[in-house]
């Protein structure tokens, strides 16, 4: 059986392949590839660089092996010194032909990939299904997982029953803002690292060191301070705003691109519900503490940090959500995404990024 660096390093040197010598005489450049490939979904020469390396490459989800299929099945992707993507349905029956057996190629060697992947992880006890050691909630080195949640205004803390310190059924975690999505991502993080130390404090509580540790972040800036930080020391060109006057015109600004992404809302007889939150995800080393890392979870409302969450964790659609961030993000250790999180008759829907329309901005930051 093949190991997963021997099936992905053969995928890799044959679209390092394609891009050299495809047409004799003709060597197309990453960036000028990254050019074409971007008229569908941004691409940069780092992540066609992690596709092309021998050493731990990274596997191209499906609709980018079927877009360099495209580009490399005609000539015209290359006439008078442009790079594009010829339409689909523009293809002669020639270049239909090529781009069928291209397909073919990409699509076996990246299942075999993706399948000595599954097989070939010694260090994962059980099926390949199993959560341990694997995802983008796994953490390689030993450093502690701290999850750090905002904590409610005092006077919200004293409206809840049995509220009074003195009170014996009194519960710590009320104070917490954004309990389901604590509850749902502490779970799952400790499913897949079962020997790493899990803890969670509120961000006004942090201690000393906590800042060093492998942090994630849930919540935005009015409550969560620690995710004001974070996304200041990481350099993100997010900014989140809110509205204490009105509450539903707060919106996630994009600084250097002019571009804002608020969340809508529907009135509903004498109700305003909220309709669709923007969800934020980030990570990136921890600007403390480089040998560890920093995740932001993050919403416009508990709906979007809640919808934020389950990204990554939803059964459904947890390994699919890592695909995309493989693939869009390739071998950087520094990303962001601005994304949709819709809500039907109540209830969070989990974004699928891989669903058109979902993902609103992305960002990419250093490499790993």
């Known amino acids: ?30 960036a000028d590839l990254a050019k074409a490939l971007s008229q569908r979904k941004p691409t940069s020469v780092q992540l066609i660089s992690s596709w092309e390396r021998t050493s731990h490459p990274s596997t191209p989800p499906e609709d980018r092996l079927n877009a360099i299929a495209t580009f490399f099945c005609t000539r015209r992707s290359i ?26 190629e990409l699509f076996d060697l990246r299942q075999a990939a993706v399948s000595a992947d599954r097989s070939g992880q010694p260090t994962v006890a059980g099926p390949a299904s199993s959560l341990v050691g694997r995802g983008p909630w796994h953490f390689k080195s030993d ?37 389901d999505s604590l509850f749902e991502l502490h779970g799952h993080i400790r499913a897949v690292n079962p020997d790493s130390e899990v803890q ?17 972040l849930l919540g935005g800036v009015d409550w969560n301070k620690a995710t004001m930080d ?17 509450p539903q015109r707060g919106f996630f600004e994009v600084v250097d ?12 007889g004498t109700e305003r519900v909220i309709v669709q939150d923007v969800g934020h995800f980030l990570r990136a080393p921890n600007p403390l503490n480089r040998a560890a890392t920093v995740s932001v979870c993050n919403g416009m ?26 693939g869009t993000f390739g071998g950087s250790d520094t990303f962001s995404l601005l994304f949709r999180v819709h809500i039907v008759n109540g209830v969070v829907v989990t974004p699928d990024w891989t669903a058109r329309d979902t993902v609103l901005h992305t960002w990419v930051g250093g490499l790993m």
């Not at 509220?163 to 009320?174: E, G, V």
């Not at 906590?210 to 994630?216: N, Q, Y």
Request: charged content about 30%.
């Open 257 to 268: 691109e002019k571009q804002s992404f608020a969340p809508t809302f529907e009135d509903r």
């Open 1 to 30: 059986m093949p190991t997963t660096s021997d099936a992905a390093q053969v995928l890799a040197e044959r679209l390092r392949a394609l891009r050299k010598s495809h047409w004799p005489g003709i060597s197309i450049t990453q």
């Open 79 to 104: 006439e008078n010194g442009r790079f594009r993507l010829i339409s689909e349905e523009n293809l002669i029956e020639n270049e239909v032909e090529t781009r069928e057996e291209l397909l073919k």
């Open 230 to 246: 974070t996304m200041r020391l990481t350099g993100v060109p997010i900014r989140q705003h809110s509205n204490d006057d009105d």
């Open 301 to 326: 409302y508990g709906t979007g940090v809640f919808g934020s969450v389950r990204t990554l964790t939803d059964k459904v659609f947890r390994d699919r959500n890592a695909d995309y961030l493989s």
């Open 200 to 216: 969670y404090r509120s961000a006004g509580r942090m201690r000393r060191d906590d800042s060093t540790a492998h942090l994630v």
């Open 143 to 179: 450093d502690q997982i701290i999850i750090v949640c905002a904590e409610l205004p005092e006077e919200m803390q004293n409206e809840m029953p049995f509220s009074a310190r003195s009170d014996p059924d009194r519960s710590q975690m009320w104070r917490f803002a954004d309990l």
